[in-house]
């Protein structure tokens, strides 16, 4: 069997996968930091709505009902499971405690490459320099 | 020999009638079995089941209880001042931008008796009336049309009439538009944001691509507050239960004659004009 223009066509490959698999080669080693999400501290907030773990994974979810039962059907009160009762509002009771995007929501947020719209609508507290 | 024509139309016809006659069998033999589709809870159910007791969630015990909220505009208390007093409370407490020319935006506005009332013109009307600048908002009509046409149920009536949205499902097709005779709803036709000049942190914004009106202040009314312009046009402008007969609103509305707009489109608006 015979390659015909065997040495443009083998330079051609060659040059194709190198540009092909730059990102893997370039990155590589280079894992981006896993996120911290800066606690808000002890002294401004002693108690979330729920846990962390709960929070960490299904905190979108909780939201979302949030969101149905204040809007559809105005019950605007929400008893956690540890009996404290909470405003169920991002800007009221959420950013209450968190009061930096930047420093809390982003960080998971940018290195999960997820955009969630809440902000094009809910205003965030001004980030403190 | 494969299939021929006329046993291929015979199997098509027998395997088209059993297929016909499938889900009246089913109903037959084990009734409901089909309609189980229809009874799955939803994702949302399953996280958090009411029916298990797990009732969470209740209204502010603070909150203001209506059958039917309405609202009695006093148009010889309404001076422009009080009127102003009470557009601008709304503005900024609602974050409505001031965006000039025809995409402008619209919670609470002045208008003349002509443009509110079209089909009360009457060249010869008290020129106080006439020439007074009426407070226009939201009706929340008790036969809402901008709540039939919206195809994503985004905007509905509550339980105590209020006509809500749900800015998060609207699509921003702009039906309601079409549909309100009171030109009551606003579309963002751009991010709004950079027309507000001051931003109230506690209440969202909108987003381009939605309409907004009027709420009445449902989350004042949620934790037992008037709606802020009622509370800031110094009693021209009262706040109620229509259903309840013993209101201040009822006792205004039989104290003199209201009138209210457009009235023969059978919409009943909820906002009444002493005059």
Redesign the interface.
């Given at each position: 069997m015979k390659l015909y223009n065997g040495p443009q066509i083998i330079v051609g490959l060659v040059i194709f996968l190198a540009i092909f698999t730059y990102p893997f080669w370039s990155g590589a080693g280079k894992a981006a930091p896993v996120p911290k999400p800066q606690p808000v501290p002890k002294s401004v907030a002693t108690q979330c709505v729920a846990d962390t773990a709960y929070m960490r994974t299904s905190h979108m979810t909780l939201l979302n009902h949030w969101r149905d039962e204040v809007v559809r059907d105005g019950d605007r009160l929400y008893e956690s499971a540890n009996g404290k009762t909470f405003n169920m509002s991002l800007s009221n009771t959420c950013f209450q405690c968190h009061t930096s995007k930047v420093k809390f929501c982003d960080q998971c947020h940018n290195y999960l490459a997820v955009a969630p719209f809440c902000w094009d609508c809910h205003l965030v507290p001004k980030e403190k320099k | 020999m494969g299939v021929d024509r006329r046993q291929f139309l015979k199997l098509a016809g027998i395997a088209g009638a059993l297929g016909l006659g499938g889900s009246v069998g089913f109903q037959l033999l084990k009734p409901g079995s089909l309609d189980a589709a229809e009874r799955m809870p939803t994702p949302?159910q399953m996280?958090?089941p009411k029916s298990q007791g797990n009732s969470?969630?209740?209204?502010?015990p603070k909150?203001l209880k209506g059958r039917r909220w309405g609202m009695v505009i006093d148009m010889r208390k309404l001076t422009e001042e009080k009127a102003r007093a009470a557009i601008q409370a709304c503005n900024y407490y609602h974050?409505v931008p001031d965006i000039p020319g025809k995409q402008t935006i619209k919670w609470i506005w002045l208008t003349g008796y002509v443009n509110a009332f079209p089909e009360v013109e009457n060249p010869f009307a008290d020129p106080e009336i006439k020439n007074a600048r009426f407070i226009a908002m939201c009706n929340h009509c008790d036969n809402p049309p901008c709540v039939r046409v919206c195809p994503t149920k985004a905007t509905?009536q509550?339980e105590d009439g209020i006509v809500?949205m749900?800015?998060?499902r609207c699509i921003g097709c702009r039906f309601c538009m079409a549909g309100c005779p009171y030109g009551s709803r606003s579309f963002n036709f751009r991010d709004p944001r950079p027309f507000i000049k001051k931003?109230y942190?506690?209440?969202?914004?909108?987003?381009k691509g939605v309409v907004e009106k009027c709420t009445f202040c449902?989350e004042r009314l949620?934790?037992g507050k008037l709606p802020y312009c009622a509370e800031a046009s110094g009693g021209a402008m009262v706040f109620g239960d229509v259903d309840d007969a013993g209101s201040e609103l009822r006792r205004l509305l039989r104290s003199r004659y209201s009138i209210r707009r457009k009235p023969n489109l059978g919409t009943h608006p909820q906002v009444y004009y002493l005059v």
């Open positions: - | 949302y996280v958090f969470e969630v209740m209204p502010n909150a974050n509905f509550r809500m749900d800015m998060h931003e942190p506690l209440y969202p914004t909108r987003t449902s949620a934790v």
